[in-house]
């Protein structure tokens, strides 16, 4: 599947092109293409008003046969580590049937060398199923060898020292959904970060292969540098769609029930490199696009489509993006970022 989304002000009705002739019903600021390997070609939008018209910059979609498509690889998460349930909590579903490898870290010491003040000093990673049964636990890596090297075949930051109290597991999961839980080890608080990492051999993905289908970084959002960043890296050599998230009146609800939620989450998706805004939202609107590969991808349901919960569809070439959620007017509660993948 692909996504081109279409921005225009004033109320405008919409039209997609391609290769100049009108798509039937393509009247949606948002296109959906599912077959997109059988409608590569030029794409326009027509928004139309009371004031005239104005075309769209053109966009080409083309197929790219490439032997490592576009999957997700890493997400993290940086915040303010609190008690109880305002910890960090990363969650991730492997899909494929297979079994993963994968490297989860929990980070607080090692942040220092970045200028970060108040960190978490005994970060303790847990690592649950879905069964929320404790599959592992780590309260200091101790500059294990298998950790090491893991760490630098993917690509992570290095930790300066080996004896530190950050904290780390290098596990092989079956499919299924899972969540990496830190806290601090005797009840202490700072700030901290949770990375789970794709731990795959480089070149080894192929189409349809066991992979990382979901990320989501569940926080309690703060203001500042403590508003919720959830990092995930697309690797590979071709585009991947994505449904990207942010929860907060959604989980304040049954089932969840979640006490004290960001009542107004703005979703800002940025590239990392240049910070440059890719998209934004804030209320989803009930609209049906999100509606429908929201349900197509298993995401649990937003039941109000008046709700200030905030979404964006969107296809990206690899890279590394950072979805950050915030409150629109400085207010402050728990929220939830997801990142899943859209066929």
Not at 78 to 103: H, K, S, W
Not at 105 to 118: C, E, K, M, N, Y
Not at 246 to 265: E, H, K, R, Y
Not at 282 to 289: K, M, Q, V
């Given at each position: 599947m692909a996504v081109l989304n279409a921005v225009a002000s004033n109320s405008p009705s919409y039209q997609w092109m391609l290769n100049g002739v009108a798509i039937p019903g393509a009247t949606d600021s948002t296109l959906l293409i599912s077959d997109?390997?059988?409608?590569?070609?030029?794409?326009?939008?027509?928004?139309?008003?009371?004031?005239?018209?104005?075309?769209?910059?053109?966009a080409t979609l083309g197929v790219v046969?490439?032997?490592?498509?576009?999957?997700?690889?890493?997400?993290?998460?940086?915040?303010?580590v609190g008690t109880g349930a305002n910890i960090i909590f990363g969650g991730f579903e492997i899909g494929g049937g297979g079994q993963l490898p994968v490297l989860i870290r929990g980070s607080g010491p090692a942040l220092v060398q970045f200028g970060v003040p108040g960190t978490l000093p005994d970060p303790q990673l847990q690592l649950f199923n879905a069964a929320d049964a404790v599959l592992a636990t780590n309260n200091g890596w101790?500059?294990?060898?298998?950790?090491?090297?893991?760490?630098?075949?993917?690509?992570?930051?290095?930790w300066p020292s080996t004896t530190s109290h950050d904290s780390a597991l290098v596990e092989t999961l079956a499919a299924g959904g899972?969540?990496?839980?830190?806290?601090?080890?005797s009840g202490d608080t700072g700030d901290a970060l949770v990375e789970v990492y794709d731990?795959?051999?480089?070149?080894?993905?192929?189409?349809?292969?066991?992979?990382?289908?979901?990320?989501?970084?569940?926080?309690?959002?703060?203001?500042?540098?403590?508003?919720?960043?959830?990092?995930?890296?697309?690797?590979?050599?071709?585009?991947?769609?994505?449904?990207?998230?942010?929860?907060?009146?959604?989980i304040a609800v049954a089932p969840f029930n979640v006490p004290g939620t960001l009542p107004d989450p703005q979703l800002t998706l940025q590239l990392q490199a240049t910070a440059a805004v890719l998209g934004q939202n804030?209320?989803?609107?009930?609209?049906?696009?999100?509606s429908s590969v929201a349900a197509s991808v298993g995401a649990f349901n937003w039941g109000d489509p008046g709700s200030h919960d905030s979404a964006l569809l969107i296809t990206l070439p690899?890279?590394?993006y950072t979805a950050a959620a915030a409150?629109?007017?400085?207010d402050t509660g728990v929220a939830i970022v997801e990142v899943y993948e859209v066929q």
């Amino acid at each position: 599947m692909a996504v081109l989304n279409a921005v225009a002000s004033n109320s405008p009705s919409y039209q997609w092109m391609l290769n100049g002739v009108a798509i039937p019903g393509a009247t949606d600021s948002t296109l959906l293409i599912s077959d997109a390997a059988a409608a590569a070609g030029t794409y326009t939008c027509v928004a139309t008003n009371s004031m005239g018209s104005v075309t769209s910059s053109p966009a080409t979609l083309g197929v790219v046969a490439t032997s490592e498509p576009g999957h997700l690889s890493n997400i993290s998460a940086r915040a303010e580590v609190g008690t109880g349930a305002n910890i960090i909590f990363g969650g991730f579903e492997i899909g494929g049937g297979g079994q993963l490898p994968v490297l989860i870290r929990g980070s607080g010491p090692a942040l220092v060398q970045f200028g970060v003040p108040g960190t978490l000093p005994d970060p303790q990673l847990q690592l649950f199923n879905a069964a929320d049964a404790v599959l592992a636990t780590n309260n200091g890596w101790g500059g294990d060898a298998t950790i090491l090297s893991t760490a630098t075949s993917v690509g992570a930051f290095a930790w300066p020292s080996t004896t530190s109290h950050d904290s780390a597991l290098v596990e092989t999961l079956a499919a299924g959904g899972y969540t990496a839980q830190v806290s601090g080890q005797s009840g202490d608080t700072g700030d901290a970060l949770v990375e789970v990492y794709d731990a795959s051999p480089a070149g080894s993905f192929t189409a349809g292969a066991t992979r990382l289908t979901n990320l989501s970084a569940r926080v309690d959002v703060g203001t500042g540098a403590n508003v919720l960043e959830a990092g995930f890296v697309i690797a590979g050599n071709s585009a991947l769609t994505v449904l990207i998230r942010a929860s907060g009146p959604a989980i304040a609800v049954a089932p969840f029930n979640v006490p004290g939620t960001l009542p107004d989450p703005q979703l800002t998706l940025q590239l990392q490199a240049t910070a440059a805004v890719l998209g934004q939202n804030l209320a989803w609107g009930g609209d049906p696009e999100i509606s429908s590969v929201a349900a197509s991808v298993g995401a649990f349901n937003w039941g109000d489509p008046g709700s200030h919960d905030s979404a964006l569809l969107i296809t990206l070439p690899p890279g590394n993006y950072t979805a950050a959620a915030a409150g629109t007017s400085g207010d402050t509660g728990v929220a939830i970022v997801e990142v899943y993948e859209v066929q």
